[in-house]
């Protein structure tokens, strides 16, 4: 991660450090979020077409 590599050479602070890593996570969350929801979407759709597979 970059902000870990700045930090290291004392170009940022713990707090931006902190901050990147809390970005990347709620990156991460939001991906989860976005397949989970597309998955029951889909399974939805199935359902209501009559396709069990």
């Known amino acids: 991660m970059p902000s870990e590599k700045q930090y290291a050479a004392g170009a940022s602070s713990t707090i931006e450090v902190t901050d990147a890593q809390l ?15 597309y998955n ?14």
Do not use: E, V
Request: charged content about 25%.
């Open 23 to 37: 970005t990347l996570s709620n990156a991460r969350i939001t991906k989860i979020q976005a397949l989970y929801d």
């Open 40 to 53: 029951s979407f889909l399974a939805r759709l199935k359902r209501s077409m009559g396709i069990t597979r």
